[in-house]
């Protein structure tokens, strides 16, 4: 029997691993992996490229884009795994809107350890100086969220691992 899953964000501030752990985590499980970097609007990349954090109003089209999406995809039977900063409770609120059996994993750990990470890292259009912005966003996962919290200290194994462990607590849609 085919196992069946719950569509799955992957979630925490720049640096902290989403891409890599979505994509390992997808792979893992036989889903497809979307990385919300590659469906912000320009205008959002250029801003975080001027060193600029976003604000709620640039987020909010990107969120919808990204919502409707795993809407679409779980309608096909295609729960999918996305790499999203998700970094407000309000955010979240609206990322599940078009599919309320969505899990978050939050990759979360120590400033020192993603900065170490991201000094050897090219990204596309965002800068290391905006890590502190992400970390002065972050709202925590609240008791009523389907989530799960890994610490990002592990090898990617071991995270993809903790995860599939997890994913047994939780209904699929
Ligand atoms: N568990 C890990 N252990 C060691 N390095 C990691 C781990 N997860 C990610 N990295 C590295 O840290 C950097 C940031 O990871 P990335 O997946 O790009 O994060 P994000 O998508 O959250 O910005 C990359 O260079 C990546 O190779
Ligand atoms: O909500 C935001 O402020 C952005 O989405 C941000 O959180 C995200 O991190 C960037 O897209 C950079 O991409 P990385 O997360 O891959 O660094």
Redesign the pocket.
């Known amino acids: 029997m085919t196992a069946s899953y719950p569509p799955m964000i992957v979630m925490?501030?720049?640096?902290?691993?989403?891409?890599?752990?979505?994509q390992a985590l997808a792979a893992a499980l036989g889903l497809d992996f979307i990385?919300g970097?590659d469906l912000h609007p320009r205008a959002n990349k250029e801003k975080m490229a001027g060193g600029h954090p976003l604000n709620d109003e640039d987020r909010a089209p990107w969120l919808e884009i990204i919502a409707e999406r795993i809407g679409a995809e779980l309608a096909e039977g295609n729960p999918i795994v996305v790499?999203c900063?998700a970094l407000k409770r309000r955010y979240r609120t609206q990322l599940i809107s078009h599919a309320p059996s969505v899990v978050f994993i939050h990759?979360s750990g120590q400033r020192g350890i993603?900065a170490e990470?991201?000094s050897?890292?090219n990204?596309e259009y965002?800068p290391n100086s905006l890590l502190d912005s992400q970390f002065a966003t972050l709202e925590p996962l609240e008791a009523d969220e389907r989530s799960i919290v890994v610490d990002?200290?592990?090898?990617?194994d071991e995270?993809v691992r903790f995860v599939k462990e997890k994913l047994a607590d939780f209904t699929v849609a």
């Open positions: 925490g501030v720049s640096g902290s691993g989403k891409s890599t752990i979505g990385d970097d790499a900063s990759l993603i990470r991201q050897h890292r990204h965002m990002l200290a592990q090898t990617p995270m």
